[in-house]
T-cell receptor, first 112, second 115 residues
């Protein structure tokens, strides 16, 4: 049973436009949410996170939104750049044990 | 210099062979993790260790074992490799506490092929 779902395997956007990546989760006990980016032949790298006590966190071009009632997480990238082309994973954490559960990932392609 | 290193980066082996994947870190983190990534399945946790004396199974530990030789080293073994263990394997670390303790830092990965 998937606890974290990224329903779009891929997304293609034009350079300069907004990219919106979505993630749904099933357990309301999850209290911390993260986004990772992965380029081919590299390990995932941390991008941005949000605690369950917040509904928005912004870092430069990247903003994460959390809708707890809908159990929905989204990542907005504005403006999108070709270098943003990568696989994006959302990850969730429950409590203090620091284990992360990852979604399957969404491949973002930003076209020049 | 990379903070989390994995050796080997690529390995091709045969069914039934014993394989060890090694992970070293210079971040000084207490917590270490092993994941595998399969196409379309994301990252799945195999084993994790919160300190040298603490080893825990993840969601897919069958067929794998681990050893935490030191704070900085965490090895993953496949005692008798089988083809469905062909995957990309990642080691990760995280701090025990601090502002970034929620983040995990990943190594570059080991691509393992079992024929």
């Amino acid at each position: 049973d998937q606890q974290v779902k990224q329903n779009s395997p891929s997304l293609s956007v034009q350079e300069g436009r907004i990219s919106i990546l979505n993630c749904d989760y099933t357990n309301s006990m999850f209290d911390y949410f993260l986004w990772y980016k992965k380029y081919p032949a590299e390990g995932p790298t941390f991008l941005i996170s949000i605690s369950s006590i917040k509904d928005k966190n912004e870092d430069g071009r990247f903003t994460v939104f959390l809708n707890k009632s809908a159990k929905h997480l989204s990542l907005h990238i504005v403006p999108s750049q070709p270098g943003d082309s990568a696989v994006y994973f959302c990850a969730v954490r429950r409590g203090s044990n620091y284990k992360l559960t990852f979604g399957k990932g969404t491949l973002l392609t930003v076209n020049p | 210099d990379a903070d989390v290193t994995q050796t080997p980066r690529n390995r091709i082996t045969k069914t039934g062979k014993r394989i060890m994947l090694e992970c070293s870190q210079t971040k000084g983190h207490d917590r270490m993790y092993w994941y595998r990534q399969d196409p379309g399945l994301g990252l799945r946790l195999i084993y994790y260790s919160f300190d040298v004396k603490d080893i825990n199974k993840g969601e897919i530990s069958d067929g794998y074992s681990v050893s935490r030789q030191a704070q900085a080293k965490f090895s993953l073994s496949l005692e008798s490799a089988i083809p469905n263990q062909t995957a990309l394997y990642f080691c990760a670390t995280s701090a025990l506490k601090g502002d970034r303790s929620n983040e995990q830092f990943f190594g570059p990965g080991t691509r393992l092929t079992v024929l």
